[in-house]
């Protein structure tokens, strides 16, 4: 019997292939193309328009980073903003911090929600039903534009700039996202995979750098984003928590009493370092 393959479609002269070893979900959602599939390296990969979003087998490198990096850094984060995110790996991680007492969760896509509860159920291992939890089914950018509550973090956890997520690249989301945090605030988001799409940050430092006083990137080296370190995008009025020392860290991450597979102090402050190529492309800006 000959094993089908996936390719993902994210580079049209470069990608990687999976073994469908089974398809548990295909579907066209009112949104996206949506396909969630057994994988035998990676255990179940969920894919939206072509593109990998996450599988199980290394979803808790990139969750992690993406929640702990900011909210370790901002100390004392009681209120979260969750944009995308809809296989609620982020919302699983945000909520282990104790001192998190409210999360709102803006997903456009009601069907990534579902089938992912059902197929990727470790992802959100519950989240969805924390009582911290408030999930709105909206566009993240009107959201944003509209919303009237402030938060201490904003973790946008989009798909790529194509498709849906496409406004969660630009500067209308941005200054949306500026209007929303509370004083001292941190915005994080996911900025591709620099070696590949340079370009990506090239356009967050034009658009998010001008509403902030520091704005930057860090990075996690996930397997199955491919081709390189995955940049992540930074920014926050207050310079100084970028900067922050391992020690802080080190007693902020002991007190929240938080187990984690990938993140580490050391690596935190670590992931600020960026590449030569990418400093000196951010330079010539
Ligand atoms: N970790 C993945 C990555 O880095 O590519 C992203 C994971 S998550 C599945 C991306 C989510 O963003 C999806 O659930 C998708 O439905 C959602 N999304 C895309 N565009 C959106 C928008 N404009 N507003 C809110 N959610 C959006």
């Given at each position: 019997?000959?094993?089908?393959?996936?390719?993902?479609?994210?580079?049209?002269?470069?990608?990687?292939?999976?073994?469908?070893?089974?398809?548990?979900?295909?579907?066209?959602?009112?949104?996206q193309e949506l396909i969630i599939f057994r994988n035998r390296e990676f255990g179940t990969v969920m894919a939206l328009d072509g593109i990998i979003q996450t599988t199980e087998r290394d979803e808790f490198i990139y969750h992690e980073m993406m929640t702990h990096v900011p909210i370790l850094a901002h100390g004392k984060a009681k209120r979260v903003l969750i944009i995308g995110g809809g296989d609620g790996g982020i919302l699983r991680e945000v909520?282990?911090?104790?001192?998190?007492?409210?999360?709102?969760?803006?997903?456009?896509?009601?069907?990534?929600?579902?089938?992912?509860?059902?197929?990727?159920?470790?992802?959100?291992?519950?989240?969805?039903?924390?009582?911290?939890?408030?999930?709105?089914?909206?566009?993240?950018?009107?959201?944003?534009?509209?919303?009237?509550?402030?938060?201490?973090?904003?973790?946008?956890?989009?798909?790529?700039?194509?498709?849906?997520?496409?406004?969660?690249?630009?500067?209308?989301?941005?200054?949306?996202?500026?209007?929303?945090?509370?004083?001292?605030?941190?915005?994080?988001?996911?900025?591709?995979?620099?070696?590949?799409?340079?370009?990506?940050?090239?356009?967050?430092?034009?658009?998010?750098?001008?509403?902030?006083?520091?704005?930057?990137?860090?990075?996690?080296?996930?397997?199955?984003?491919?081709?390189?370190?995955?940049?992540?995008?930074?920014?926050?009025?207050?310079?100084?928590?970028?900067?922050?020392?391992?020690?802080?860290?080190?007693?902020?991450?002991?007190?929240?009493?938080?187990?984690?597979?990938?993140?580490?102090?050391?690596?935190?402050?670590?992931?600020?370092?960026?590449?030569?190529?990418?400093?000196?492309?951010?330079?010539?800006?």
């Amino acid at each position: 019997m000959t094993t089908t393959t996936y390719l993902e479609k994210l580079y049209s002269g470069y990608g990687q292939t999976f073994t469908l070893d089974e398809v548990l979900f295909e579907h066209r959602t009112d949104h996206q193309e949506l396909i969630i599939f057994r994988n035998r390296e990676f255990g179940t990969v969920m894919a939206l328009d072509g593109i990998i979003q996450t599988t199980e087998r290394d979803e808790f490198i990139y969750h992690e980073m993406m929640t702990h990096v900011p909210i370790l850094a901002h100390g004392k984060a009681k209120r979260v903003l969750i944009i995308g995110g809809g296989d609620g790996g982020i919302l699983r991680e945000v909520l282990r911090h104790e001192s998190v007492e409210h999360v709102t969760q803006v997903e456009i896509d009601q069907a990534v929600i579902d089938m992912c509860k059902q197929y990727l159920p470790n992802h959100s291992a519950g989240a969805f039903d924390d009582p911290r939890a408030n999930i709105v089914i909206a566009d993240g950018v009107e959201f944003v534009s509209e919303c009237t509550e402030t938060f201490d973090v904003i973790i946008s956890d989009c798909t790529d700039p194509v498709g849906p997520g496409e406004v969660l690249f630009s500067s209308r989301f941005y200054e949306g996202c500026k209007r929303c945090l509370n004083e001292g605030g941190v915005f994080v988001a996911q900025n591709g995979v620099v070696f590949m799409q340079p370009d990506e940050i090239l356009t967050t430092r034009r658009r998010l750098g001008p509403y902030f006083a520091d704005q930057s990137f860090y990075a996690a080296a996930v397997p199955t984003y491919v081709g390189g370190v995955m940049t992540l995008a930074w920014a926050s009025d207050n310079v100084e928590l970028r900067q922050l020392d391992v020690a802080t860290i080190s007693e902020r991450f002991e007190r929240s009493g938080i187990d984690t597979r990938y993140y580490n102090p050391a690596l935190h402050v670590a992931s600020f370092a960026l590449p030569q190529y990418v400093v000196k492309a951010l330079d010539a800006l």
